[in-house]
């Protein structure tokens, strides 16, 4: 690890300004930044620690009936708040599937938001990374890559974006809310991280000593609590990141038709990749197999394999169908022992063979 | 430059002087503090042999820094014990042999002290397994580290409903 100054700020307004110095990196549970800098990969000068801060960890219900997450709530206070849990299921499912009961303790909202790619040849300082190192080539593409992306990739990169929390988030429409050097504004999650383009190394849309400060889903993201799961394909049953993942939530009408949909798939790109033209292909039809299967091939249709990885498409396409079923069987009572694993019990029985 | 901190480790309010911020609340304790209990295995969030209560939630130590836990109190293993009596997890994983060769154990352990207290999986085996998925052990002592946990958490909880009879 790197020498670095340590700055404990008492306000956000200190905060911010003691992160406009080049080389400072904001410090909040930890749990990614100092894996990154035990590993070298991030070398700031500063660290701003923000767990000190006040009025950043609660999750407020406001007047207009949008929710706002702080930045410092924990990922797992967040999952556990009965409240939120019951009126955005689907997230805190996905925050429940990702990492572990220690990590999830430490892990803040922001943090999750802001966590790097787990590219191998991203974490590994001797490979070639244009991420890490701008311009140096990317040692992933024909590399090992059987984890990278199949939607959104440039030849610049082809890794993915890890967050479970993020994928929900997406579909429901969540905004950013930041505060930085210039003051306050807000950009919507969906926009937030950047594809790689020619510049995999500018990854989201936060400016240069801007600190996120709350995420907030509008109001009309509470209306699927009744349909809304997510579905995460592991390469073990538990503590392993998404392979491949989706987020599906539903309102069903009284005649039992699709009101409205979200779809949002995580895994496949280097953001949370919501499908807006999957939602409309979905809107007034019957909540069946063939509407599902057509939303699947329409998510899914600008899908290519970036190397090894050919595989992830027909599996996205699988777990977007097992989502859509799953999310309109209904938002289980009770959270399954195993958060948003396949291995869970389906209801209807098999739903593949 | 040296950063005066205060930590209540085991009960023990305690000040430190820091003279690098880049110490791990698991360098401290293990380095500095001779609390050896607990384990370093990988040292990046991947195993959970470094697991400790932070103001009684379980973390893993070797992702926090010290520096930034001013105020803060830390359970380890060597903290669990009262009077020499051994805290209920640890008797349970005596009794069903929730080891082999003890390295992950301070840190399963640890995690299943503050499973319990989250009071999410009861009884479940299958949430339990899930609630213990970041400790990894490599003598695959998962069967008997499953049945301690669950008999470890029936015990507390009828411990603690005497308690409130009682009251
Ligand atoms: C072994 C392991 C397994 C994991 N498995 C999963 C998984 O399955 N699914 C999953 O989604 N995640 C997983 N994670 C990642 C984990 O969710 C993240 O490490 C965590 O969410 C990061 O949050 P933090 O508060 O610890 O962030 P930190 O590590 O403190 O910060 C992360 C980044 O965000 C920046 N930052 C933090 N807060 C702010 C803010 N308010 N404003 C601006 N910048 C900020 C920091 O500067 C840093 O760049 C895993 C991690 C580990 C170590
Ligand atoms: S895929 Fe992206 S993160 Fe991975 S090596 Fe290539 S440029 Fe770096
Ligand atoms: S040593 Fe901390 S998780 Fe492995
Ligand atoms: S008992 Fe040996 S690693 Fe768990």
Same mark, same amino acid.
């Given at each position: ?61 406001? &007047?207009?009936?949008? #929710?706002?997450? @702080? ?6 206070? /967040?999952?556990?708040? *009965?409240?939120? +849990?019951?009126?955005?299921?689907a997230i805190?499912e996905a925050?429940?599937s990702g ?18 790619t787990r590219c ?20 992933a593409l024909?590399?090992e890559n059987r984890a990278h992306a199949v939607l959104g990739w440039s030849?610049?990169c082809i890794a993915t974006h890890p967050s479970d929390f993020c994928v929900p988030l997406a579909a429901l ?16 999650l969906a926009?937030?991280h950047?594809l790689p383009?020619?510049? &995999?190394?500018?990854? #989201?849309?936060? @400016? ?6 709350? /995420?907030?889903?509008? *109001?009309?993201? +509470?209306?699927?609590?009744?349909h809304s799961r997510y579905l995460k394909v592991r390469e073990r049953i538990?503590?392993a990141f998404a392979v491949v993942s989706a987020a599906a939530a539903l ?7 699709i009101?409205?949909a979200r779809l949002a798939l995580g895994g496949v790109a280097l953001k949370p990749w919501r499908s807006t033209e999957a939602e409309a292909a979905l809107?007034?039809q019957?909540p069946d197999r063939a509407a599902f299967e057509r939303a699947a091939e329409i998510a899914l249709a600008d899908a290519r394999p970036s190397g090894d990885n050919a595989y992830k498409i027909p599996l996205a396409r699988r777990i977007v169908v097992r989502a859509l079923q799953l999310a309109a069987a ?8 195993l958060p948003a694993s396949p291995f869970a019990?389906a209801?209807?029985?098999v739903l593949h063979v | ?167």
């Open positions: 690890m790197n020498r670095f100054e340590y700055v404990r700020p008492g306000t956000l307004a200190e905060a911010v300004a003691a992160a406009a110095a080049p080389g400072a990196a904001f410090l909040a549970g930890g749990t990614n930044l100092l894996d990154l800098m035990k590993g070298g990969i991030a070398r700031p000068d500063r660290l701003v620690d923000l767990t000190h801060l006040p009025g950043l960890d609660a999750v407020e219900r406001l &007047p207009d009936g949008s #929710t706002r997450i @702080g930045a410092l709530v924990r990922n797992a206070d /967040l999952a556990h708040d *009965p409240d939120f +849990a019951a009126r955005y299921p805190a925050l429940l990492a572990s009961g220690q990590l999830r303790n430490a892990a803040t909202a922001a943090g999750n938001v802001l966590q790097r191998r040849y991203f974490y590994d300082t001797a490979s070639a990374c244009n991420k890490r190192e701008p311009g140096s080539g990317c040692d024909g590399g030849e610049h429409g969540a905004v950013v809310e930041l505060e930085g050097p210039a003051g306050r504004r807000e950009v919507p926009e937030f950047h383009g020619s510049t &995999p190394e500018r990854e #989201t849309a936060r @400016g240069p000593g801007e600190m996120i400060v709350a /995420l907030r889903l509008p *109001p009309e993201a +509470a209306r699927f609590a009744a538990s503590y309102t069903l009408a009284d005649d039992g038709r009101g409205e809107a007034g019957a209904g938002t289980p009572e009770r959270l399954p022992a019990p209801p209807g029985g | 430059m040296n950063h005066s901190i205060r930590l209540t480790i085991n009960g023990e309010e305690r000040r430190i002087d820091l003279d690098d911020p880049r110490v791990t609340l698991l360098d401290l304790l293990r380095e500095r503090l001779d609390l050896t209990g607990t384990k370093k295995g990988c040292d990046r969030g991947q195993c959970g042999a470094c697991t400790v209560l932070l103001d009684g939630r379980r973390v893993n130590s070797c992702l926090a820094l010290a520096v930034s836990l001013d105020g803060s109190s830390v359970t380890t293993i060597e903290g669990l014990a009262t009077n020499g009596e051994l805290h209920p997890v640890q008797a349970a994983f005596i009794a069903h042999d929730g080891f082999q060769c003890g390295y992950c154990t301070p840190g399963q352990i640890m995690s299943a002290v503050g499973l319990i207290a989250e009071a999410q999986a009861g009884g479940d085996p299958e949430r339990v397994r899930e609630g213990m998925s970041g400790n990894l052990c490599r003598c695959g002592a998962y069967a008997g580290i499953t049945e301690a946990v669950i008999e470890a958490g029936a015990r507390m909880a009828e411990a603690s409903g005497r308690q409130e009879k009682a009251a």
